[in-house]
């Protein structure tokens, strides 16, 4: 059983109008596995339940990036399916500069409250740039728009995707950067409680045979 989060999280999650469960995450859960053997059973939970339920082994995988998690070592790993990628959205109307770290000095950068960003917490830590912390992706367009942040992190393909989906949005009123404030593989990421080691040998040979004759990057390309 793999937990996922309990949000509608485009395009890495996507809920239709009749409640079905589809996107990226998912697919790549049953199009690695089923060939496996393995019928995958989804359960969408709270983030923090959903990792207690993972270390006590009440489910058995997840979809993360290693580098996002504090205590990577409590469990297995898998070789990378895809790179997540965050970039700076800025306004057309003020346009920012980042080809560095240094760029962002006194800006006031709008992100996630809940999440973490390997490339800017340092500096945010520091006091060199203002983290202005909102609960969404939504709220983040809107401060950034308004004025009241000069950028904001965001996910590239959920931006993109949001973008082409939903034209409310006026995406064309916003850019994002070229250059990435960080690049995170994900992963499979399975329990310790159970033996999964064979199971995580099998899945980095089929990862290694997708990649190989294109089947994986034909998964990626339905949600660029």
Do not use: C
Not at 173 to 201: G, M
């Amino acid at each position: 059983m793999a937990f996922i989060p309990d949000t509608n999280w485009p395009p890495y999650l996507i809920e239709n109008s009749g409640g079905k469960l589809g996107g990226l995450l998912p697919d790549l859960l049953h199009e690695v596995l089923n060939p496996l053997g393995y019928e995958v059973k989804l359960l969408r939970l709270p983030n923090k339940r959903g990792w207690v339920m993972l270390d006590s082994g009440e489910v058995d995988l997840h979809l993360k990036a290693r580098e996002w998690v504090p205590n990577a070592e409590d469990y297995l790993w898998s070789d990378p399916l895809f790179e997540s990628e965050d970039v700076l959205l800025y306004s057309r109307e003020r346009p920012i500069r980042f080809d560095t770290l240094e760029d962002l000095v006194g800006l006031r950068i709008a992100v996630i409250s809940s999440f973490v960003y390997p490339g800017l917490d340092e500096m945010f830590a520091a006091g060199e740039a203002d983290r202005v912390p909102l609960d969404s992706p939504f709220a983040m367009l809107d401060l950034v728009a308004m004025g009241r942040a000069d950028a904001a992190v965001v996910n590239r393909a959920e931006t993109l995707w949001l973008f082409r989906n939903r034209p409310e949005l006026h995406g064309e009123r916003f850019a994002l950067t070229d250059v990435a404030t960080d690049i995170s593989p994900y992963r499979f990421v399975f329990t310790k409680q159970k033996s999964w080691a064979p199971l995580l040998e099998k899945i980095n040979q089929e990862l290694a045979a997708m990649k190989a004759d294109g089947r994986l990057d034909e998964i990626l390309h339905r949600y660029r």
